[in-house]
Each structure stands twice: as structure tokens, then as C-alpha cells.
């Protein structure tokens, strides 16, 4: 698909370009994420993303251009789907998923992912070709990309979740409220006419 918007961008033809750019945006707004990462990180995650969102594509058109004009149309792609064979950061992302669903990393050049970034004194910060910063999940059939700012919002290390059984947790209790302790004795004089 990149390389596809690589040849609209060169022939010039916006209309198509914008089209392939933006099918690379999440179609539900960024649920996804609270799907994936769980409602505390992934509702963040999806806050982040609809922020970004109004300038993503304009960001990422202006990338693709720049490749385009330095003759950079064969990107190489990377994935990314085996946390224990991956580099930090790809390797926390992965872990934090609830279901591994694989990365994919560009190296818009061919060799390395790398930022081109604009000599412009009023946007010094501006990447203008190279890689967007980010990654590109496949997800409801096509290739949907998540900045790295979005990513950021993940916990360094996955919070280890513990599944107990109800009569284990009962087990632990200190202290029953007066309310739960009504209930039980409910449960057990129903059992006791049975």
C-alpha cells in the first residue's frame, strides 16, 4: 500500500493519494486500542489518537512526497509479531497487547527507518521525509497506522494480571460487611429448606 501511495504521489495524483492515506487511519475512531490494551491504557491510547488524527493525514502526505522527491520508492518492511525477538521499544508494545497483533516498521530509504526533518526555522521539527513515526497494524482488512505518540502512553512494563477463583478470593477476605454477611446467611438458610 505505501508503495502504491508512493506512485499517486508521483503521478501526481492527490485525489488518490488522499484516498490510500487515509485508509490508513482507524475506521472506528480508535476503539481498537481499548479493544487491544485493556480500557485504563487503551482509552488513553484512544484519546491521543483522535487528537492527532486532524494533522495525521496532511503529516503523512507531506512525508510520502518528500521520499518521491528523493527518488525513495522501494520501502522496506519490517514485522514485528515475537516480543522476545523484538527491540525495545517494539518489544514493550508487543507485551502490552491482550492478543499480539503484529507491527510493521518502515525504512521509507530502503535501509533504516529514519527522519528527514525540515529546515525551516519556524517548524525545525516538521519530518518532511524518511518514516512517519509510528507503526502500521493490520486490522478489519487493510493496514491502519498508530504514531508513536500513541504508543507512548503504554506502561514500560505490562501490569501482571492475577485470575483467582471465587472461593480463593473468599478464602483471603478480612473482614465481610454487614450487607454480604446477610446475604450469605439468605444463601444458606434457602439451602437449609431445600
Known sequence: MIKDVLQAAKANDRSREAELIHGFLFPEGGQWFIDEFGPAFGARMSRTYRKLVPDLEHNMEVIYEGNVQRGWMEPKVQRYADAAEADSPVDNYLNCMDEVVPLYGTAGNGEHTGYYYSQDSKDPNKIIAGDPPGYFVFIQNGFRFIPAEVLTKLPKERPVRIHL???????????????????????NVVRERS
Not at 477463583?165 to 444463601?187: D, G, H, T, Y
Request: charge should be positive; aromatic fraction near 4%; glycine fraction near 0%.
Open 165 to 187: 477463583e471465587m472461593n480463593v478470593m473468599n478464602s483471603k477476605l478480612i473482614k465481610k460487611s454487614a450487607c454480604a454477611f446477610q446475604r450469605e446467611q439468605s444463601r
